[in-house]
């Protein structure tokens, strides 16, 4: 069934040295790695079917819009979205929430209300608090507690009839908590509001089905799913797409263009203006099959193997303390070592070839919460091992005795 070893050899990178030791790849919350079918695919597709879709007679462009719409087509099911127009390919997650803020400019009024969870990433508060500065709503705040986990209790009592939008990730980048987003879409639907899901951390881990959830929007950017960086998506309900305005204006989002009047194209075009990365898109969808390929319910079982590893060695590390103990988390452990800034550790780490991140994660909110300047991260993905883990229980040992 599952072969971590099997899987290992799909990763090329894996068998790389750095600083003279074994890769240990413990950054996968940052980005993941890139399996040789998706680097395949990427050498495939500039080898035979380069050319600008949706636009050319030609062969080659006809076939490059196939695969670009067949793409999204896997997206669709992967997602279990009810049309493909309902799937825009973006450039990322922080692009989809960026097109979803801009197009509420145009919905929201002074004093209503949006609402915000405390464990966001820095790309899940900037572009609201903008949102709010061009039409005067209010950003409240769902708070978090000492866990990490977010307090369901403050967060009803947000809510009014002034709620128009709620966001917040379905899983923390920072801490790894499982955010309980059935109830607050469920809870925000009964206000009448809307709610975006950040799913950059969970699409990684979990295969979500947007009609179950009800969501109204969900967004992902594909190189943490072991796709190529610079594309994403963003699933958005159909009313909802065709209630926002386009974002950007341009090439491919057009219907009919003079200079007295414009009109814009269907869905999802309307959303695509310009060239997009056409390879990026065209891969997405096989990293995609990668992924159901080891399955997911492999994926989740193995990293909670990992988490519950790693977390009962390290925290018998005297001066270790780990932050984010939520009862519903994924493999990703922030800790630091008594005084010592976490820099120092990760530079340690590195030279012993263990890839960690240090510093706040994008979610300086939650280090302020625990009024630290940062944490040490290690965050892990099916294809990493007990032995690894292993080596960064042994250079966090190492990193303390030259430390303290
Ligand atoms: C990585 C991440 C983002 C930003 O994704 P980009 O690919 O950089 O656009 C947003 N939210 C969360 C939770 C993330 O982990």
């Not at 056409?278 to 969808?285: E, K, S």
Request: contains cysteine.
């Amino acid at each position: 069934m599952f072969d971590v070893l099997k899987i290992r050899k799909d990763f090329p990178i894996l068998s790389r040295k750095v600083n003279g030791k074994p890769l240990v790849y413990f950054d996968n919350a940052a980005t993941s790695q890139t399996p040789q079918q998706v680097i395949d695919a990427i050498v495939n597709y500039y080898a035979n079917y380069n050319a600008n879709i949706h636009r050319g007679v030609h062969t080659l462009s006809q076939e490059a819009t196939d695969l670009y719409e067949q793409s999204r087509l896997k997206i669709q099911a992967h997602f279990n979205a009810k049309f493909s127009h309902e799937i825009i390919l973006t450039s990322g997650t922080t692009h989809s929430i960026n097109l979803v803020a801009n197009g509420f400019s145009a919905l929201l009024k002074k004093g209503d209300e949006i609402i915000v969870s405390a464990l966001e990433h820095h790309s899940n508060i900037v572009p609201w608090q903008m949102l709010c500065e061009r039409t005067g709503a209010i950003l409240k705040v769902i708070p978090m507690n000492e866990a990490g986990e977010l307090v369901m209790e403050t967060y009803t009592n947000l809510l009014s009839n002034k709620t128009k939008l709620v966001f917040t990730n379905h899983i923390s980048n920072a801490l790894g908590t499982i955010n309980p987003i059935e109830y607050i879409i469920e809870k925000a639907h009964e206000v009448g509001a809307a709610v975006l899901i950040d799913g950059a951390q969970s699409c990684p881990h979990i295969k979500p089905d947007v009609q179950d959830l009800d969501v109204d929007f969900y967004v992902a950017s594909a190189h943490k799913m072991c796709g190529p960086t610079g594309v994403g998506m963003l699933y958005g309900k159909e009313e909802w797409l065709k209630k926002l305005p386009p974002y950007q204006g341009g090439g491919e989002m057009i219907a009919e263009v003079s200079f007295e009047k414009t009109t814009y194209a269907d869905l999802p075009h309307k959303f695509e203006a310009g060239t997009p990365n056409i390879c990026g898109g065209i891969v997405f969808g096989t990293a995609i099959d990668y992924m159901n390929t080891v399955g997911f319910k492999n994926i989740a079982a193995y990293e909670n193997e990992l988490l519950d590893y790693a977390t009962n060695q390290l925290k018998q590390i005297e001066g270790l303390k780990i932050y984010g103990t939520a009862k519903n988390k994924t493999s990703v452990i922030s800790f630091n070592l008594d005084n010592i800034h976490p820099y120092d550790v990760g530079t340690i780490l590195d030279k012993l070839g263990i890839a960690v991140r240090t510093g706040h994660h994008c979610a300086q909110p939650i280090m302020d919460f625990y009024c630290i300047p940062g944490t040490v991260r290690a965050s892990f993905a099916f294809y990493n091992t007990k032995e690894e883990i292993d080596a960064l229980v042994a250079g966090v040992k190492k990193a303390k005795m030259m430390l303290s």
